[in-house]
């Protein structure tokens, strides 16, 4: 009997887990669809990305459930809570990168019905830095490699740079010229979705490091703080 449960409980586990490489799939692919509408003037994708919004949302209340339940039945120790721990706050990561694409592919719309500003060389490239950040921050959980999550916290400070570069140049734009402003402030709001696109995808990476070492690797200088008192 006590071997029959111990392999549900396995067996549950790796369901929890699939589900949530099943609902980073899926916001990844809500990322690269969102910059498609920007960069395509596709209607039709940009409501393709905002309609998918409820089945992200839907993956986040079911995994948050199942792992409640696996705590209270199963009442896990050690690496197992750890896990499941690190699994509640990364479906909340996940889930909000998808709200982030949401918010894109809305600024898409407003954008694609007037001329574009300027080339979108930045935004795709800041793209391509936070989707890569979001798919090495979920291999790393399949994985439980700290060491590839420790290379997702170090990405995230090119992210930020590149965020900072397009807001001076777009500054530009709107002193240059006011009647840029109103587009101008749209591509800076979607600069500003994929930076805390690369937060998230810190965070996930975060909890990485805690689930496979036990280590609260978050807000480094909090810690140093309260360990000098």
Known sequence: MNEHSSKQ????LETIRSRVLEMGGLVE?????????L???ERAISDEVIAND????????SLDGDCSQVIVKRQPAANDLRLILAITKIVTDLERIGDLAVNIAERALELNQEPPLKPYIDIPHMAREVSDMVHRALDS???RDAAEARAVLSADDAVDALNVQLFRELLTYMIEEPKNVTRALRITFIAKYLE????HATNIAQMVIFMSEGRDVR??????KNSAV
């Open 219 to 224: 807000h480094p200088r909090l810690r140093a």
């Open 9 to 12: 409980y396995d067996a549950d």
């Open 39 to 41: 960069s395509s003037g």
């Open 54 to 61: 409820h089945r992200i949302n839907g993956m986040e209340v």
């Open 29 to 37: 692919a809500q990322i690269r669809r969102a910059l498609e509408a």
């Open 196 to 199: 805390r696109v690369g937060d």
């Open 141 to 143: 959980f399949v994985k």
